[in-house]
């Protein structure tokens, strides 16, 4: 069974980039040493999915951030890419996720934009969350759960905070009975 996690930072107003699509207020996480977990949770993780807005900002970067591991990239432009393991997407999210699981991955980050987390979010796919909550206000930006958004309810697995005053939760979706 495919398993499905959003892996996250937010802003503590809850936005997870600026309205121009950077993210350089997440400077505050260079602190020497601490990787917040990310080093096991990529461990964790057989694939990727993400938008194609967050793969352009993913590009950004001066290496790929996600060298060994398939990427899932969904879009409905005609994007290309010379990676091998980056792979567009098209489907909706229940028949993609269907044909990420039928591929043999099993435990999957969701990476992110707002966009794809909400259709995630609606169709009740997203089994576990783990939101960084990084204390600064931005005021506006990409929201991380973009209205309108269903109501989910969650259980607490775990919750740490750093000296950096950053506070990691980890949720699971609970079950409906």
């Known amino acids: 069974m495919t398993k499905v ?19 350089d207020w997440l ?3 260079d602190t020497e040493g601490e990787d917040y977990g990310y080093a096991a949770f990529y461990e964790s993780i057989d694939a990727i999915v993400l938008g194609s807005n967050t793969y352009e900002v993913g590009l ?21 890419s010379d990676r091998e393991n980056v792979v567009f997407v098209s489907d909706t999210v229940k ?6 699981e039928a591929q043999g991955f099993e435990n999957i ?4 934009g707002g966009a ?9 796919l997203i089994d576990e969350y783990i939101i960084s909550t990084i204390p600064i206000i931005l005021g506006g930006g990409v929201h991380l759960f973009p209205p309108p958004s269903p109501e989910e309810k969650l259980e ?14 980890h949720y699971r979706r609970k079950v409906k009975v």
């Open 5 to 23: 996690t959003l892996y996250i930072a937010a802003s503590l107003d809850g936005y997870i980039a600026r309205s121009d699509r950077k993210i």
């Open 27 to 29: 400077s505050i996480l």
């Open 60 to 80: 950004s970067f001066d290496e790929w951030p996600y060298p060994e591991k398939k990427s899932f990239v969904f879009t409905q432009r005609h994007l290309q």
């Open 95 to 100: 028949q993609a996720l269907a044909n990420i």
């Open 109 to 112: 980050w969701l990476v992110g």
């Open 116 to 124: 794809l987390i909400n259709s995630f979010l609606q169709h009740s």
């Open 156 to 169: 607490l697995i775990n919750s740490k905070q750093y000296p950096n005053g950053l506070l990691q939760t």
